[in-house]
């Protein structure tokens, strides 16, 4: 992977990479952000963006109604990346969700290194087979319970987390799509492209943090670049969702749903989307081909 027509280059020694990003996010992250997502091939061919969520906590699930009833007030469908576990132990509202035409997203069985059960327990450094439990195992649990077949995945904690082996995986099962990489460490421009036989969907960043994920848990929790100012973080989506939207371009983020609505940001997030064309990573299927 590189970068379109600038001087810093991807490397793979730590120093220089923290070097690299302080060097564009100080520098030029907006011209930055603009020419690396103007080089994407958008398969919707029109501005679009993927809202969707990850569920790790029980304290997402404690947010998962008030969510959904303010992305049916604000007429939005959005993926939610579950873990089978939290299926089984809460299925109606799972069902809720699925009822009212959002997206599942297998994020495996147990979510691996989740602090509350298995702190220790790293996705990448599992066996194949112990991966594949977690994959296998959660893809029944919706079967089963909510009687759906999921055909999209993301790997828990993305990025350091995953592991090429998933893609094998995902294909024995008949899957179409991954989401588990960082739009910026990866090819695509930010945009859906195929890798192994499955269409792996980056999380994009923001236009003054290009080479970030713009998630809730990166800008509101860990570093929270806006903590001196909080109207910083939606003065941030929006201006990144113009120029989506004047350049007819593909973006998608995710958040967690207990700090989003913690953090009052879900009712401008939805309000800012109402300007553009949302979709779910399923409708991938109708416009692109390998
Ligand atoms: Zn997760």
Redesign the pocket.
Known sequence: MRYPNFIVQPTKNKILQKLERACIHNCYPELFFQQYLLKQNNPFKKATYSLTF???FESDIEAFDLLLDKLQQYHIKAGF?V?GKFVKKYPDIHKKAVEQGHEIIN?TYT?PN?PHWAANRYFNKLSYQEQKDEIYKAHEVFYNILGIEVVGF?T??YGNLHTESVYDILKELNYFYSSSTAANEVEGFSAPFWHKGILEIPTGCSMHYPLAIFDSWNMLRKKNPFILDDKKFIQEFEITLKFIQENNLFLTHYF?PYDIIQNNKLDAILHILQDIDTKLYRDLKEVVSE
């Open positions: 990850d569920f790790d990346a873990i994020h979510h989740n993301r828990p904690h967690d």
